[in-house]
């Protein structure tokens, strides 16, 4: 069965410096990566996907992360953290190829931007 | 593309009553899904149709919930006999036919039982 497990609930980093959010994954087949960004009362918003192309992936919000299948990891990183980019991060794991169409979330990352 | 439209965006109802949701997806697509939330989690999956046929279902969904998409365009979500665990965000995604094709998720339905 696929899993996500995205490490720190809470993550504070000051306006400017680089943002790292970590995400780990378990799955038994080649799988499809996610990052979205919700927003207070909000739906979810895609920032990047991994489809099994290039292994470094870039969204919007300057936004990237990179597939690191040795690692089973797809961490997401930012150079410069803004205010505007505090909100909750979820990792996303998927098996589409394989018929699973069910996509299976972490439990998510708070992120602060302290002025 | 509108996105994903879904309705109402807040429900506050009585413990025993019925409520139903309405999504709309983006008009192309022919893949819907309903997910929950509950406060502090990632969403959980609910079910999913491929155009008006209902494909999987969770076992979260229990026999009090029915979901519909009678012409593969919009879709319902019901609840019947509402319980307080039933508290929770609603989303509804969907998505295109290719394999890359990502979720376009809602703003969700928030429902509130007392």
């Known amino acids: 069965a696929q899993s996500v497990t995205q490490l720190g609930s809470h993550v504070s980093v000051s306006e400017g410096a680089l943002v790292l959010l970590r995400c780990n994954y378990s799955?038994?087949?080649?799988?499809?990566l996610f990052w979205y960004v919700q927003y207070p009362n909000q739906g979810l918003q895609l920032l990047l996907k991994?489809?099994?192309?290039?292994?470094l992936v870039k969204g919007i919000n300057g936004f990237e992360a990179e597939f690191k299948k040795s690692e089973t990891s797809f961490h997401l990183t930012k150079p410069s953290a803004h205010m505007s980019d505090a909100a909750e991060y979820f990792c996303?794991?998927?098996?589409?190829?394989?018929?699973?169409?069910?996509?299976?979330f972490g439990t998510g990352t708070r992120l602060t931007i302290i002025p | 593309d509108t996105g994903v439209s879904q309705d109402p965006r807040h429900k506050i109802t009585k413990r025993g009553q019925n409520v139903t949701f309405r999504c709309d997806p983006i008009?192309?697509?022919?893949?819907l899904y309903w997910y929950r939330q509950t406060l502090g989690q990632g969403p959980e999956f609910l079910t999913y149709?491929?155009?008006?046929?209902?494909?999987?279902k969770s076992r979260l969904l229990s026999d009090r919930f029915s979901a519909e998409r009678p012409k593969g365009s919009f879709s319902t979500l019901e609840i019947q006999r509402t319980e307080q665990g039933d508290s929770a965000m609603y989303l509804c995604?969907?998505?295109?036919?290719?394999?890359?094709?990502?979720?376009?998720f809602g703003n969700g339905t928030r429902l509130t039982v007392t």
């Open positions: 991994y489809t099994s192309a290039a292994t």
């Open positions: 995604a969907s998505r295109g036919t290719a394999d890359n094709s990502p979720l376009h």
């Open positions: 799955s038994s087949v080649p799988p499809y």
């Open positions: 996303a794991v998927s098996e589409i190829p394989f018929g699973n169409e069910k996509l299976t």
């Open positions: 149709f491929q155009n008006e046929a209902q494909l999987e």
């Open positions: 008009s192309e697509h022919n893949r």
